[in-house]
């Protein structure tokens, strides 16, 4: 699914899902261009955006980063959204509990209609609201675990975890011996 393009670079299809709100596009904004405007209503759109990230062992992987445009408001998203995605980040608020119920949700739906082998991330964002915190870390940390994926809270406006997020993705991508 993740497709080389020679043993030491890499490129794959990253989709997010997750409810309206919990801060996809700010988390794609702030890996991307470093940025965070908690003004602006982000319209990252029906387009992607990519990025390329240098790794200790000297491979880049290149992520191509599909965002919605907010369709995931209305109605289940079309599983042409993430077929052939080699990773889906599942991203729920951490101070969110029916963000939280709908990140399982769409958990289950990848389980579903997607490639078997496609990476699952969960990711807790706001985690800078830690005060108003409603989904607690062992409650995320349990459901990914019983589901193979992996976990880590994030905060796109404090950019804490944002960059450890894709590192670790990036090293469980499949690679060729060299
Ligand atoms: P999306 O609908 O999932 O794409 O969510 P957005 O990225 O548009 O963000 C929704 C709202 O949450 C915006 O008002 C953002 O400013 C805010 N937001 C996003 N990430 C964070 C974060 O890490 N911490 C805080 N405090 N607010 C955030
Ligand atoms: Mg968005």
Redesign the pocket.
């Known amino acids: 699914n993740s497709m080389v393009t020679d043993s030491k670079n890499l490129r794959v299809k990253l989709v ?1 899902l ?10 794609v ?1 702030r890996f991307v261009r470093g940025q ?4 602006s ?2 319209t ?1 759109g029906a387009s992607f955006l990519s990025q390329t990230l240098a790794l200790q062992d000297s491979t880049t992987v290149k992520f191509e980063i599909w ?2 445009a ?1 369709q ?1 408001r209305y109605a289940a998203l079309a599983p042409l959204y993430y077929r052939g995605a080699a990773v889906a980040v599942v ?1 729920y ?1 951490i101070t969110s509990p029916e963000s939280f119920v709908k990140a399982k949700y769409w958990v289950k739906e990848l389980q579903k209609h997607a490639s078997p082998d496609i990476i699952m991330a969960l990711v807790g ?5 830690h005060e108003n915190r409603s989904v607690s870390v062992q409650d995320a940390q349990d459901y990914a675990e019983k589901n193979g994926m992996f976990f880590i809270e ?5 950019a804490n975890n944002i960059n450890q997020l894709f590192e670790e993705i990036a090293k469980r991508l499949p690679r060729t011996t060299p």
């Open positions: 997010l997750g409810d309206s709100g919990v801060g996809k596009s700010c988390i904004l965070f405007d908690p003004t209503k982000v990252v965002d919605t907010g995931e991203v608020d964002n706001k985690a800078d609201l994030t905060s796109a406006k404090t």
